[in-house]
């Protein structure tokens, strides 16, 4: 899983027995050589799907960790692109990567912007937030977005009951809720709390209108369906 430039097994279990953001301080300088960063191919298929929606003038990109996201805003986007992050260690890798990028040190349940972002993008953030979180973010990315905004993420299909990725992500989410009852401070890294239905529930309730569109170059399913689909949030 981890590349010759990543994290020991000593520093992934340090980082799990810390906080989130002192986790994240901690894995920044090897995070890019982790499987914990979105691959290209999901932000290569999220920039085909968006490109017929643009073009977009200004870009955020919230919880943007060590800069990943800037593949997907940097062809998309005609004026400035930032990223929004809580941990020092994964802005600084961030700022490295895209110095010609804003980058703001925020917590995203707060965020520090008022309608001014066309397009705010999200990659694999959505687990670090208990459901009853979800509204706070999603009401944030509203008011940052101009009117007409677009806030899009991929999500991934839930494998089937029967494979061995589901009883892998359900024996996991099960561990992090054990290390969470015995230890502070707690780390938030679920895999199962943020299905489709429920997200669309809360991204309608801050006000947005919500479609989906198939990944299809992600692949597809037995059944047929898309392995993943993009969440397309329009402020409305």
């Given at each position: 899983m981890f590349s010759p430039q990543g994290p020991s097994l000593r520093e992934l279990?340090?980082?799990?027995?810390?906080?989130?953001?002192?986790?994240?301080?901690?894995?920044?300088?090897?995070?890019?050589?982790?499987?914990?960063?979105?691959?290209?191919?999901?932000?290569?298929?999220?920039?085909?799907?968006?490109?017929p929606l643009g073009p977009f003038?200004?870009?955020?990109d919230v919880c943007c960790g060590t800069g990943a996201g800037m593949r997907t805003l940097e062809p998309l986007c005609q004026g400035r692109i930032t990223g929004v992050?809580?941990?020092?260690?994964?802005?600084a890798q961030a700022r490295r990567a895209y110095p010609d990028a804003e980058w703001a040190q925020a917590d995203v349940?707060?965020?520090?912007?008022?309608?001014?972002?066309?397009?705010?993008?999200?990659?694999?953030?959505l687990g670090h937030f208990l459901?009853?979180?979800?509204?706070?973010?999603?009401?944030?990315?509203?008011r940052a977005l101009r009117p007409n905004g677009l806030f899009a993420?991929?999500?991934?299909?839930?494998?089937?009951?029967?494979?061995?990725?589901y009883w892998t992500l359900r024996g996991f989410d099960l561990a992090m809720r054990v290390r969470n009852a015995v230890w502070r401070p707690p780390f938030v890294m679920y895999y199962g709390t943020?299905?489709?239905?429920?997200?669309?529930?809360?991204?309608?309730?801050?006000?947005?209108?919500?479609?989906?569109?198939?990944?299809?170059?992600?692949?597809?399913?037995?059944?047929?369906?898309?392995?993943?689909?993009?969440?397309?949030?329009r402020k409305t």
């Amino acid at each position: 899983m981890f590349s010759p430039q990543g994290p020991s097994l000593r520093e992934l279990v340090v980082q799990a027995l810390s906080s989130v953001e002192r986790g994240y301080d901690l894995l920044a300088p090897k995070f890019d050589h982790t499987p914990f960063r979105t691959p290209d191919s999901v932000l290569d298929a999220t920039t085909d799907a968006l490109r017929p929606l643009g073009p977009f003038e200004r870009g955020l990109d919230v919880c943007c960790g060590t800069g990943a996201g800037m593949r997907t805003l940097e062809p998309l986007c005609q004026g400035r692109i930032t990223g929004v992050d809580f941990s020092t260690g994964m802005l600084a890798q961030a700022r490295r990567a895209y110095p010609d990028a804003e980058w703001a040190q925020a917590d995203v349940l707060a965020l520090p912007f008022a309608e001014a972002f066309d397009l705010a993008v999200s990659f694999g953030a959505l687990g670090h937030f208990l459901p009853a979180e979800r509204s706070s973010l999603f009401a944030g990315v509203y008011r940052a977005l101009r009117p007409n905004g677009l806030f899009a993420f991929p999500i991934g299909a839930p494998p089937p009951i029967t494979s061995g990725q589901y009883w892998t992500l359900r024996g996991f989410d099960l561990a992090m809720r054990v290390r969470n009852a015995v230890w502070r401070p707690p780390f938030v890294m679920y895999y199962g709390t943020c299905p489709l239905h429920a997200v669309r529930d809360d991204l309608a309730a801050a006000g947005f209108t919500v479609t989906t569109a198939p990944l299809t170059a992600l692949g597809r399913r037995e059944d047929g369906s898309p392995k993943c689909r993009l969440v397309l949030a329009r402020k409305t």
